[in-house]
Nanobody, 118 residues
Framework: QVQLVESGGGLVQSGGSLRLACAAS????????TRWYRQAPGKERELVAA????????NYADSVKGRFTISRDNAKNTVYLQMNSLKPSDTALYYC???????????WGQGTQVTVSS
């Protein structure tokens, strides 16, 4: 059974840091592109960061460049999102996504809430 479970969300003051983790199971994680998305109330889901299956290439939304870092540990089937210098505008439900480009298989976690107070 394919499963992605996010953790690490919470309430933090502006300027603080959080580290999100997404643990994968039920599929060959190292073959999958993985991404973090977020969705704030009343807004569309947006792509925050992405990392290729081997971890050699990363991409970020302009709004988080220089503050967020995506990484992965294929031995642990886990992808991370280190978030520094958090702003109230980063408040959202953060989702983990795994996508296999060769098959189109696309899996999502349930999300973890990040709330940044001013």
């Amino acid at each position: 059974q394919v499963q992605l479970v996010e953790s690490g969300g919470g309430l933090v003051q502006s300027g603080g840091s959080l580290r999100l983790a997404c643990a994968a199971s039920g599929f060959t994680f190292r073959y999958y592109l993985t991404r973090w998305y977020r969705q704030a109330p009343g807004k569309e889901r947006e792509l925050v960061a992405a990392i290729t299956s081997g971890g050699d290439t990363t991409n970020y939304a302009d709004s988080v460049k220089g503050r967020f870092t995506i990484s992965r540990d294929n031995a642990k089937n886990t992808v991370y999102l280190q978030m520094n210098s958090l702003k109230p505008s980063d408040t959202a439900l953060y989702y983990c996504n795994a996508f296999r480009t060769t098959t189109g298989v696309d899996s999502w976690g349930q999300g973890t809430q990040v709330t940044v107070s001013s």
